[in-house]
């Protein structure tokens, strides 16, 4: 072998190498979750005609099946989160909080993890007290149907089953800004 073509050689190497790390990490990159929420997008962004969401059923934590079609008739609170989300961690308390108040005037909240064990996630329920439901998404399919991209994001939907807003990142549910907000909806029919 020529020293020149030994020097193409080690190059062409060189550069398929770099490829290789360059495509393994943009990849790694592209299929992470988002956890910062774009400044223009922090609050809630009402639909002017409301969304029919996707045919969905939740498998719950608990090994039960949920149909949302079965909450019509609620208010329903779809939220996308993980456990290795600082901001989704933070907004279950407010969460809690929510949902005790407005549960009995036919508030249902559904949180969708994306990517956790069941055994870690029950762990987090039963020391932080969940009381609402929580339904895994393996594979992220029911985020790609609902095409989340952030996290986390927070799903409305009224009485009759339509998506009528969405908001990203964490909120202080807890505050009057928002729960009169959710007390809104849940005074439409």
């Not at 990849?27 to 045919?55: A, C, F, K, M, Q």
């Not at 208010?75 to 600082?86: A, E, G, R, S, T």
């Not at 036919?106 to 870690?120: M, P, T, V």
Request: proline share 6%; aromatic share 10%.
């Amino acid at each position: 072998m020529t020293v020149k073509r030994r020097w193409t050689l080690e190059v062409f190497l060189i550069v398929a190498l770099w490829g290789i790390v360059v495509g393994a990490v943009v990849v790694g990159l592209w299929n992470r979750p988002v956890v910062n929420t774009p400044p223009e997008l922090e609050d809630i962004r009402n639909y002017e005609s409301p969304r029919t969401p996707p045919h969905t059923q939740f498998l719950l934590l608990d090994g039960r099946n949920l149909l949302l079609h079965s909450l019509q008739g609620k208010v329903v609170i779809l939220n996308f989160w993980y456990l290795d989300c600082p901001p989704c961690i933070a907004e279950m308390e407010e969460f809690k909080n929510l949902y005790e108040v407005m549960k009995p005037r036919g508030l249902e909240l559904i949180a969708i993890n994306i990517q956790d064990s069941k055994e870690r996630l029950q762990e987090f329920v039963q020391a932080k007290k969940i009381p609402f439901p929580i339904a895994l998404d393996t594979g992220r399919k029911l985020a790609n149907a609902y095409n989340v991209r952030f996290f986390p994001t927070t799903l409305f939907l009224n009485r009759r089953g339509k998506i009528v807003g969405s908001t990203l990142g964490a909120k202080t549910w807890s505050s009057k800004k928002y729960m009169d907000y959710v007390s809104a909806l849940l005074s439409l029919e």
